[in-house]
């Protein structure tokens, strides 16, 4: 028993290790200049709005049927209630013991996406998780679990980019006063701008930046005829206007409603919700993921398409982790102001992170596993809901202080942390065999 616990701990230090690597790999990039942080920037947009959507249609809809469908619902509820409980946990710490406000994003949201996924990768190399599904069935088992921790980080990213940004400041950003613009009045500036437009055959009242109405050629110019981009941009000034109008005549609970459902949409969220549409439908399913002589007319061409997209997110994210990690390094070594770290801080987040969430989320869902119905039949299943809580702060806090114009000694200070946090991402080795262990017990009482 000694041994087998043995074997699988270093299966998941070896793990651990390969993931930081990897980031190292990131920050050697930036060090000796091959990486700027403005490309670290782009290529992690790339990730979120493009690679990652890729990722989840190609994933959900994979492994996502009717019949297996009941397996994420309680990935869904579990992913609810351990973000908002983490959430009210760091508010409850940054008030009892006046740590920064950004502490607040720090602790309530973890790294559900490439660091997972990477770890999964790494521990299938390992065959540390081959126990939990039998021999020859563990390449499965790893294909669900990435779908399960995909499925719970649609929920993490939605909450946390519709009320995240604001907790690290602790101010509500402003609304844009052109959101304010009367419809009517927009509507007539819209006509006037188009009659100039195509009278003149140039782009009146747009920047210069836009697509096809720079004086000199850049990366944004459009590349189709410019009678195809001015009738592109005429309609599209047009269904904006008529739908901008639309909003403003709704009754208000109407407006509130739309609002609040838009501040949740993001590419991850609409990726997700594709795959869903696609794992559900049994024809769309069937075009998508069967064979060519099975009806799979879309899986040679468009299915492998995405595949290879999204497969790209998980290990080019991490590396741009590392990008952004090098940034505080580097100011550190400069002798700039790299922002105040309080011990404080660093000890609450690291204690809820990888101490008091694997202390909660594997003994309750060993206990749902071993002696309820709640959970299906599936070790796998049991051990990434074990695992979902735990881990190391989101990069995506750095990206909610850029959007709520955090000053740069609060951002400087959160890359400092988060260095810090991925620096001893390998003590989520414990939790790894603490969790692997307690699905095999479960798995023994079912």
Not at 5 to 24: E, H, R
Not at 138 to 147: D, H, N, P, V, W
Not at 246 to 274: D, E, M, R, W
């Amino acid at each position: 028993m000694a041994s087998e616990i043995l074997v699988s701990f270093l299966g998941a230090v070896q793990a651990s290790l390969s993931v930081l690597l990897t980031i190292g790999c990131g920050v050697a990039a930036a060090q000796f200049g091959l990486v700027t942080t403005e490309a670290a920037e782009q290529v992690s947009r790339l990730c979120v709005k493009v690679l990652l959507p890729c990722l989840m249609i190609v994933k959900l809809g994979s492994e996502l049927h009717l019949d297996t469908a009941v397996r994420y619902v309680p990935i869904v509820i579990w992913a609810t209630i351990f973000t908002v409980t983490s959430i009210l946990i760091g508010k409850a710490m940054v008030a009892f013991f006046r740590l920064p406000k950004w502490a607040t994003a720090a602790i309530a949201f973890n790294n559900t996406e490439s660091l997972p996924l990477l770890l999964l990768q790494s521990l299938e190399t390992t065959g540390v998780l081959a126990t939990l599904v039998g021999d020859g069935q563990a390449s499965e088992g790893i294909e669900r679990a990435r779908t399960y921790f995909l499925a719970c980080s649609v929920i993490n990213n939605t909450i946390t980019f519709s009320q995240g940004a604001r907790w690290v400041t602790g101010n509500q950003q402003e609304a844009d006063p052109e959101d304010s613009t009367d419809p009517e009045s927009q509507q007539h500036h819209d006509d006037r701008n188009q009659q100039q437009r195509d009278a003149n055959g140039v782009c009146a009242g747009e920047s210069d930046d836009d697509d096809g109405c720079s004086d000199s050629p850049n990366e944004r110019t459009s590349l189709l005829p410019s009678k195809a981009v001015h009738w592109k941009r005429r309609m599209g000034k047009h269904l904006t206007s008529k739908l901008r109008k639309y909003f403003y005549s709704s009754p208000k609970p109407v407006q509130t409603a739309i609002t609040t459902f838009g501040t949740f949409l993001n590419p991850p969220f609409i990726g997700a919700i594709i795959g869903l549409i696609i794992g559900l439908c049994r024809p769309l399913h069937q075009i998508f993921f069967n064979d060519m002589d099975e009806g799979g007319y879309f899986n040679a061409w468009l299915t492998s398409s995405l595949r290879n997209v999204g497969e790209l997110f998980v290990s080019l994210q991490v590396i741009v982790v590392g990008v952004k990690l090098s940034l505080s390094l580097r100011l550190l070594k400069e002798g700039e102001d790299a922002g105040k770290l309080p011990v404080g801080t660093v000890i609450c987040v690291i204690f809820v992170r990888f101490i008091l969430w694997p202390a909660i989320s594997i003994p309750l869902i060993w206990a749902l596993a071993a002696y309820t119905d709640i959970l299906t039949d599936d070790p796998m299943l049991w051990w990434a809901l074990m695992m979902m809580p735990i881990g190391p702060t989101a990069m995506k806090v750095l990206a909610l202080a850029d959007i709520s114009g955090a000053s740069e000694s609060v951002r400087m200070s959160i890359a400092r942390f988060l260095t810090l946090s991925y620096i001893i991402t390998p003590i989520i080795s414990f939790a790894v065999v603490g969790a692997l262990e307690a699905a095999k017990a479960a798995k023994e009482k079912t």
